[in-house]
């Protein structure tokens, strides 16, 4: 009886690793960007309560950081478990991830312009949320996560309904309160999704 010598698995190819890498690289990333503009939204939607020194705004801030924080660590730690999937990014994804940023910081500001030359400087939130929104749409192609669909659209939706609370009389500081934590905990939900499942 003979017995066959123990096979070993195959080395993942230079290809597979490398797009594993990369997969790692772009979960990184977007763990941090997402948080980090978790904590600017945040911190905007925490002016609209009080001043600068007030214990609200002060507590809201310092809750953000921490949630921010937790977010970073959880997506760049070592023992990290891997992605489920390595992504499938299109030809030319950088270039179009470029666009894409181009576009929206165009937009964001002529959301800023246009609504302080027609005196409604209340619709800045509402429209910064909107176009960080829609932005979002084409990322989840760009970047092959499809969690950024569900990003993209309670973004859009939390931009549509500061949109109604400015039409029903709100506060400016009521609405800028409302749309910058909603829009806040969007962006952390999707960083937290990012750094725990990939």
Not at 5 to 19: G, K, Y
Not at 80 to 102: F, H, I, K, M, Q
Not at 134 to 144: G, N, T, V
Request: some cysteine.
């Amino acid at each position: 009886m003979t017995t066959d010598p123990p096979t070993t698995p195959p080395a993942p190819s230079l290809t597979d690793a490398e797009c594993l890498e990369l997969t790692r690289k772009l979960r990184r990333r977007g763990t941090l960007v997402l948080s980090v503009f978790g904590l600017l939204w945040a911190f905007a939607g925490a002016s609209g309560t009080g001043s600068a020194t007030d214990v609200v705004p002060v507590s809201i801030e310092v809750a953000a950081l921490v949630v921010t924080a937790a977010a970073i660590y959880l997506g760049h730690r070592k023992d990290a478990a891997p992605s489920p999937r390595t992504v499938s990014l299109p030809e030319n994804w950088a270039r179009g991830v470029g666009v894409v940023n181009g576009v929206e910081v165009l937009a964001i500001f002529a959301v800023i312009a246009g609504s302080n030359a027609s005196g409604r400087p209340e619709l800045i939130p509402v429209g910064v949320a909107l176009v960080v929104g829609l932005h979002f749409f084409p990322l989840a192609r760009l970047y092959d996560q499809w969690q950024y669909r569900w990003t993209a659209g309670l973004m859009t939706a939390v931009a549509v309904v500061g949109a109604v609370l400015v039409v029903a009389g709100l506060s400016d500081e009521s609405v800028l309160v409302a749309v910058g934590l909603a829009c806040a905990a969007v962006l952390w939900a999707s960083a937290y999704h990012l750094a725990v499942r990939g």
